[in-house]
């Protein structure tokens, strides 16, 4: 996913790093380039809005009950592997 445009921060490292973006878990500096290359790519701006919204639906349907420890890093593979075939069959 892209614009076209170079950016300073490669968009796939943006959405590499959308979710930890989202949780507040990106040091200052992270945080500002995410920041920046949101302001400067509408595709990246438009995942990161469908991510912000799938993070806010779990949030309030599933935010009372425990989570496995190993979810997350489940979610995140599934999420690369559906992301990779996608850019295979572009």
Known sequence: MSCGNPHETPCDEVLAQVYEY????????????VRQHLDECSPCLREYGLEEVVKKLVGKSCGCD?????????????????????????
Do not use: M, N
């Open 22 to 33: 989202l949780d507040g878990e990106l040091g200052q500096g992270g945080c500002a380039e």
């Open 66 to 90: 425990p989570v496995p420890a190993d979810l997350r890093e489940k979610v995140l593979g599934r999420i690369q592997q559906v992301r990779a075939e996608i850019a295979e069959a572009d």
